[in-house]
């Protein structure tokens, strides 16, 4: 059987959540994966209004859509952040406060907390997210940068993030951080040191997303093996390169959609991210949640990407084998006889264990 496909609402927050739920219903999506900006999932009133969880469930159920996820994706970029004033634009003004900066990232944890309480109560078991950062800044290594102001980074996200785990782990929610450049994980040696950091604490892991790979020129299938028991979530999102010999994958401080940037995101399925690799990984590594697509493009009308991209979903995954494919080949009783595959060598080179030549995940 196949993974529910969802959509991430993060880029559809402009619209009601009543209005996003009916049009993912009439495209065939399977359910929704909430974002807690707009009025799609607000965490306050979660925790303040005793119908408001119910509410949004009757209100998905309405339209045949499930929740198993949801976001908080601009607070969590608080928690670790240097604040500045472009922060103010993407939290609720209960965690900008005064804007002063240690106070915006002390209310931003607390928010977070707060986010996997309301989790709990509407029955939700992943939070994804970001986290911040305190030396993305210092990624060039100049001026000349040690190892230990960058351990410094890294105790002060384990120093922020850990009480937040532990209150997650509370809740029965995990964190599904998206490794993503500006946060204290972009890539796959960061991304290990970030669980070192942590302590590897169990309720901390990865909201899988190869479009913040690829343009980096990291293997998305190489992450998934390195974390498998880490994957806790997954979205579906594109990336396309477009170098010229002008530009770089640093994006020459050109906006998202300019032609003259050196990548940019583009619908799923139009980009350079390879599907097929990625499907039989998390098909290697037993993940059955669900394939949420974050779309993205900005040179393409949103409604009719995302339906191509359910389209395109749909038919990329596929359910592991499990029954391997030289299995017929052997006849029962054990004897031997019509073995061969026809091309005189005999077979008998399935591995036995009806995955197919998998690893025994599936």
């Known amino acids: 059987m196949s993974r529910p496909v969802t959509l991430f609402t993060g880029q559809w927050a402009d619209l009601p959540l009543e209005t996003l739920a009916a049009k993912a219903g009439d495209w065939g999506f399977d359910g929704l994966e909430l974002a ?9 009133k979660a925790l303040d209004d005793d119908g408001y969880v119910g509410a949004k469930r009757d209100l998905l159920e309405a339209h045949g859509l499930s ?7 601009l607070v969590g970029q608080c928690v ?39 989790a709990e109560r509407f029955g939700v078991e992943v939070v994804n997210g970001f986290t911040g950062s305190s030396v993305w800044a210092k990624l060039y290594f100049f001026p000349p940068t040690s ?27 995990r964190f599904g951080l998206e490794v993503h450049p500006t946060e204290i994980a972009y890539d796959i040696h960061t991304a290990r040191r ?3 950091a942590i302590g590897n604490h169990p309720s901390f892991g990865f909201n899988f997303d190869p479009s913040h790979l690829i343009h980096q020129f990291v293997d998305p299938v190489v992450f998934i093996n390195e974390f498998s028991d880490r994957i806790f979530h997954v979205h579906i999102k594109d990336a396309r390169l477009q170098l010229d010999g002008r530009n770089s994958i640093l994006s020459s401080h050109l906006d998202f959609g300019d032609p003259r940037r050196g990548w940019d995101f583009v619908s799923p399925g139009r980009g350079d991210v390879e599907w097929d690799p990625i499907i039989r990984a998390l098909n290697r590594i037993g993940y059955r949640g669900p394939l949420s ?7 393409m009308d949103r409604e009719w990407g995302a339906k191509e991209a359910l389209e395109m979903v749909r038919g990329q995954d596929f359910a592991p084998a499990d029954v391997a494919f030289d299995a017929a080949f052997s006849d029962s009783d054990g004897d031997g ?14 591995s036995g264990d009806g995955q197919g030549g998998g690893d025994g995940h599936e």
Request: charged fraction near 30%.
């Open 194 to 196: 970030a669980l070192d």
């Open 337 to 350: 006889e019509g073995e061969g595959n026809g091309d005189g060598d005999g077979s008998g080179e399935g």
């Open 293 to 299: 697509i974050e779309w993205e493009d900005s040179g």
């Open 67 to 73: 929740c198993v996820a949801i976001s908080t994706h």
């Open 36 to 44: 807690c900006w707009g009025d799609h999932f607000e965490v306050d």
């Open 147 to 173: 190892q230990a102001d960058i351990d410094a980074g890294y105790s002060d996200f384990a120093d922020r993030w850990t009480p937040i785990m532990d209150a997650y782990a509370e809740h029965g929610v």
């Open 80 to 118: 670790c952040d240097p604040i500045d004033e472009r922060h103010r634009a993407i939290v609720p003004d209960r965690v900008w406060g005064d804007g002063d900066p240690e106070g915006v990232r002390q209310r931003a944890a607390q928010e977070i907390i707060d986010t996997g309480c309301a």
